[in-house]
């Protein structure tokens, strides 16, 4: 009663959810042994994060976040048993007091975590627990986004695969381009059959009116030999072309082979960056719905009234003992006398 120093509790209830609704827990052996297998990514996220607040990575973020515990923890008011002996303590010392003074209740019915902060001040405790509140958002939205570049990372890579295949082979259709003084060969070879196309009609056309002529007039004629004339002419030029198309040197046919394998793989490369592309979509939308949040239930309090130490409580806890062993003792000793007697 005279001694003991006010202690005041503040306390903060969170959650953690994700977007998507979750799956109910797997029945089973698993929900009676508690296995971490049965709970869903957010109740192993919320026990994760309980864990993290009572670490000593905790206490070095709330230092990194102005709170000092060394100072909180040896405040004036702080009675000599209870208060944090050394000024610098050792991290393993500091750890232990802090999680003394720190409860950090997971209930896996509901998935809500309590956090209650003792210190000596009001405004101690409710900034402890405001800061570890803090914390736990910051190290949920850090397993986010290290979620999120995992997803994403595979999608990348396959992307930058696709694209650097699409741009080797837009830089071989430049070059075989380049080399063949051809822009577009399908379209050569069309233009060329085209032209065969109507020289061979017009040297059907005048082999059958050479046949008619000869009919009619005599093989010496002007006529008859000025059309023969064009017919060799036209049968030149349809070899001329055909030697064009098909020719194994200069001609168009293999050339239009290797245009129309460059095509192809342009093709098959486009799909493949396209795919690529869409899975990169798929995955930051699967990363997104799969993010999780803390959710504050309760908000940390400015505690009025100390509810440590229950000086009550343990002024009759002390007494209900030493009654207790008072009673033992005289059954012990009256248990001896009559022994002796």
Not at 232 to 248: F, K, P, V
Request: a positive charge; aromatic letters at 8%; proline letters at 4%.
């Amino acid at each position: 009663f005279g001694v003991a120093a006010d202690q005041y509790v503040s306390e903060t209830m969170f959650v953690v959810r994700g977007i998507q609704p979750e799956m109910g827990r797997g029945g089973g052996l698993g929900d009676l042994l508690g296995v971490a297998g049965g709970f869903s990514p957010a109740q192993a996220e919320a026990r994760s994060i309980g864990f993290y607040l009572g670490s000593h990575d905790a206490v070095r973020a709330l230092k990194d976040r102005g709170i000092d515990l060394v100072q909180v923890y040896r405040r004036p008011e702080a009675d000599m048993l209870t208060r944090l002996w050394f000024a610098r303590p050792t991290a393993e010392f500091l750890g232990d007091y802090y999680r003394a003074h720190t409860d950090i209740a997971y209930d896996p019915d509901d998935g809500v975590t309590k956090l209650t902060v003792r210190a000596f001040r009001p405004g101690d405790s409710r900034a402890v627990a405001a800061a570890l509140l803090q914390l736990g958002e910051a190290r949920i939205n850090q397993f986010n986004r290290r979620a999120q570049a995992t997803a994403v990372a595979a999608a990348r890579g396959d992307i930058g695969a696709a694209e650097g295949e699409l741009t080797d082979i837009q830089r071989r259709m430049t070059r075989f381009r380049e080399a063949r003084s051809d822009f577009d060969p399908r379209a050569n070879a069309g233009a060329t059959q085209e032209l065969r196309a109507k020289i061979e009609g017009e040297l059907v056309n005048s082999r059958a009116q050479l046949a008619a002529m000869r009919a009619a007039i005599g093989p010496g004629a002007p006529q008859i030999v000025a059309l023969e004339r064009r017919i060799r002419a036209y049968e030149t030029q349809a070899a001329r072309q055909s030697g064009r198309l098909t020719g194994a040197a200069g001609g168009l046919a293999p050339r239009l082979a290797d245009y129309e394998e460059l095509q192809l793989r342009q093709g098959f490369a486009a799909k493949r960056y396209d795919a690529a592309r869409a899975a990169l979509e798929l995955a930051r939308q699967q990363a997104i719905k799969q993010q999780l949040f803390v959710i504050p239930v309760v908000l940390p309090n400015l505690p009025e009234k100390s509810l440590a130490p229950r000086r009550w409580t343990i002024l009759a806890s002390i007494f209900a003992g030493l009654l207790v062993t008072y009673g033992i003792a005289r059954l012990l000793v009256a248990g001896v006398r009559e022994h002796e007697a």
